[in-house]
C-alpha cells in the first residue's frame, strides 16, 4: 500500500522548508519503526505551498506482540486435589485463557502459572491517523501565527490536508481543516481544487496541475534552465549553491530568465553587484568564460506568462534601482577614507562594559603587537612576511568600514569593503588584505586568512571577543550562543593549525584579557584558565573524526599549544592503541599518576646514581635512552618514532612494578624511586598524557602488578 500525507497552506518560507521537510520525514520515519509498522521507502516532498510525505510499501497491520506472563506459584495456583484456588482463576482471567490452559514455567524459584497473552497489530490506517495527527506540532518553525477563531499555530495558515492510503481517507484534522482527497495545483496556472482518487496519481497529478513537488526535479529543473540560457548568451552563473537552495523553494513551477542592466552599474565592485542582486531579489549573478562579471542576471519565475519580456523588463527596472542605490553608497563612502572614520568608531558601542569600537580597535593593535611578539619567540621563523607596521595599521582599520554606507545596506560585506576602501586611500596591499581576511573563517566552510598580518589580526579579533565575553560572563550556554564564541574559538584552532603556527595559548589568552582592561572583580588567573578550557574543549568538535575523545584529550593535554602537532600525534596515537604493548602501558601511566599523587610533594630532583636494584636501574638506563632517542625525533619533527621510543619502554616498566616496591619504608629510597618514575611521566608528556586513554586491565597484565603500593 502507498500512503500519502499532505498539508496544504499559504506561501512557506523558503528558508525553513528544508528543516521542516527533514523533521517530517523523521516523525513518521521514528513513528512508523517505533509501532513496527513495515514499509518499504519514505520521501518527504514540498514546494511553497504544501509539505508533503509518501510511504511505500505500506503492511497493512503492525505485527502481533506476543507477551509471556508469570502468574502464582503452582502451589499457590492448586489445591492438592488438583482445583484451582481463587489466585490460578484470577490470574487466567487477566490472562483471558480458561484456568486448565494456563502453562507450567520452570523458574529458579519454583514451577509458577504462566500464559502467553497474543496482542494483535494495528491496522495500518489506525497508526497512521494517529501520527499524521500529530505531525503538526512536530515541524519546526521560528515563528509561527494564528488565523480565523482558531487557537492552533502553524507557520501559515492552513488550507487543505490530504490523508491517503491507497484510495482509502485516513482521518486526522488540525483546527477545523478536516483531512481529504482534494490538493490544489499551481495557485495561477491551475487553482482550482483536484481530486486524488488513489495516492499514488498525487505526483503526476500535480505535474499536470503545474506543480513540481518533488524539490529534486526543480533543482534539476531550475540548474539546466539557467545553465541553457547562460550559455545561449556566452555566459555562466556564478556559482552559489545556497542561493540556489533557497530560490529551489520560492516556485512550484520554476521558470527561469536572463535579463540585462545598463553597463555603467558595473564600475560598482563585483562582491556588491552580487550582493545586491542575491540579497534583495534572489538573483543570480553572470560572469564571461574568463570570470569577468557580466551587465546580465538570472532569475526563476514562478509561473509562465504569455510575454516573458514584459517579465524580464519589470524585474529589470527593480533591479536597476537597487544597483543605483548601491552605487550611490559606494561612491559616497569612497569620500571619506577609512582613517577619517575611525572617531565615527567612538560612537558606536561593541559590549556594553567593554567600550566603543575605536577602543576596540586600539585593543587589537596591542593585542596584535603582543600575539606578533609571541609567534616570534615560539619559533623564529614563523612571521616571514607580516611587518609589525602592516599588522598595526591593519587592526587600527579593520572596524573602520562598518561605519560605511555600503555596509550598513550589506552588513555580509564587512572587511570586503574595507579592503576596496584601504586600496582606494593607497595602503599597502598587505594592510588592505588584511582589513577583509581578519574575519575569516566565518564559518566551518570558509577559508582560513592566508596572509601573515590577516592571521595575526584575525586571532586578535577572536581572542579579544573570546576574552571581553568571558569577562562580562557572557559564555555561552548548552543550546545558545549568541556571540558565536564557539565559533571564535575554532576560528582560533584553525587559523593556527592552516599557519602551522606554534602559540603558546595560555600567553595569548592572558595577554588578551589584560588588554580588555578586566573589571576589578574578576579573578584574571582563574578566568585565563576558564577560556584556554573553553577553547580546548573545542578541539574534540575540531578534531572529530580523527580519534576518540579520550585519544584527543589525551594529546590536546600537552599540545594545545601546536595545532597541526595535535592533530598529527592524534592520529598516532589512535593507531598505536591497537598495539599490545599499549594497554598495559597506559595502565602503567595511570598507576604512576597514582603514586606521585599519593605522595605529593616531592623534592626537584634525587641522586637516581644510587639506585641499587636491578629494575630500578634498568629502567633509570631505560629511560636516559629513550630521552636521548625522543630529542632527536622531536627535533626531525618524528613524532611517531618518538612514540615508539616511548612504548619500548613497556618491558622495563613492566619490570619496575613487578620487582620493586615503590613505596617503601626507607624514605629516601622511597624518594628516588618516586623522582625516576616523575621523570618517566614528564618523558611520555612530551608526547601525550597517556593516563587519560581509556583502558581496562587485563588479567595477568604486569602492568598491574603483583606487589602493592
Known sequence: MRYLFEIGTEELPARELPAALTALDQHFRGALQQHGLHFEGLRALGAPRRLALVIEGVATH???????????????????????????????????????????EETPKGVYLAATLRHPGRAAAVLLADVAGRAFTALPWKRTMRWGWGRLAFARPIHWIVSLLDETVVPCSFGDVQAGRYTCGHRFLAPAALQLDHAAAYETALEAAFVLVDPDRRRERISAGLRDLAQGMDMRLVQDDDLLDEVVHLAEWPHPLIGTFPDRLLDVPREVLITSMRSHQRYFALESASGDLQAAFAFVAGTL????????????????????????FYREDLRHTLESRLASLDRVVFLEGMGSLRQRSERLVRLSERLMALLTASGGAQLQDATPAHVRRAAMLCKADLVTGMVGEFPELQGTMGRYYAQHDQEAVEVAVAIEEHYRPRSAQDGCPQTEAGRVVALADKLDLLASCFALRLQPSASADPYGLRRAALGVLRILEDAGWALPLAKAVDAAIQETGIVPD????????????????????????????????????????????????????????????????????????????????????????????????????????????????????????????????????????????VLCEDASVRTRRLVLLRRLRALFLRFADISLVHVAPRTGNTATARRSD
Open 305 to 328: 506568462t504569455r510575454d516573458d519580456e514584459v517579465v524580464i523588463r519589470g524585474n529589470a527596472r527593480v533591479l536597476v534601482a537597487r544597483l543605483e542605490d548601491a552605487r550611490f
Open 62 to 104: 503492525t505485527p502481533d506482540v506476543h507477551e509471556r506472563r508469570l502468574g502464582p506459584s503452582l502451589q499457590a495456583g492448586f489445591r492438592p486435589d488438583g482445583t484451582p484456588t481463587p489466585a490460578a482463576e484470577g490470574f487466567a482471567k487477566k490472562a483471558g485463557v480458561p484456568v486448565e490452559q494456563l502453562d507450567r
Open 522 to 661: 574578576v579573578d584574571r588567573p582563574a578566568m585565563s584558565g576558564s577560556l584556554v578550557t573553553f577553547i580546548g574543549a573545542r578541539l574534540r568538535a575540531f578534531l572529530e573524526g580523527e580519534a576518540a575523545a579520550d585519544i584527543i584529550d589525551a594529546v590536546a593535554a600537552v599540545t594545545l599549544d601546536h595545532i597541526a602537532a595535535t592533530r598529527r600525534r592524534v592520529r598516532i596515537l589512535h593507531s598505536l592503541r591497537e598495539e599490545a604493548d599499549f594497554e598495559p602501558l597506559a595502565l602503567a601511566a595511570k598507576r604512576v599518576n597514582n603514586l606521585l599523587q599519593k605522595e605529593g610533594h616531592l623534592p626537584e630532583e634525587a641522586d637516581l646514581e644510587a639506585l641499587t636494584e636491578d629494575a630500578e636501574r634498568a629502567l633509570y638506563d631505560a629511560l636516559l635512552n629513550a630521552a636521548r632517542a625522543c630529542d632527536s625525533a622531536f627535533a626531525r619533527g618524528a613524532d611517531e618514532l618518538a612514540a615508539r621510543h616511548l612504548i619500548a619502554l613497556k618491558a622495563p616498566v613492566d619490570r619496575f612494578f613487578d620487582e620493586v616496591l
